[in-house]
């Protein structure tokens, strides 16, 4: 993850990309589908700061 003071901003992609290649993932399905991905994730995670969820 990307952080900046308290809040996270995206994922590392140079390792996200990494990684699904590791798994075999066409870069293609990767450029396409992990921006939406990303973008839930963080709005999730920002969610969960808020009300002081943990897990």
């Known amino acids: 993850m990307r952080v900046a003071g308290n809040a996270v901003i995206g994922w ?6 990494a990684l699904g290649a590791a798994l075999g993932i066409s870069p293609r399905a990767m450029a396409e589908f ?7 994730m963080v709005r999730t995670v920002h969610e969960k700061i808020g009300s002081g969820e943990n897990g």
Do not use: N
């Open 34 to 40: 992990l921006p939406g991905i990303e973008a839930v």
């Open 12 to 17: 590392d992609m140079g390792a996200v990309l």
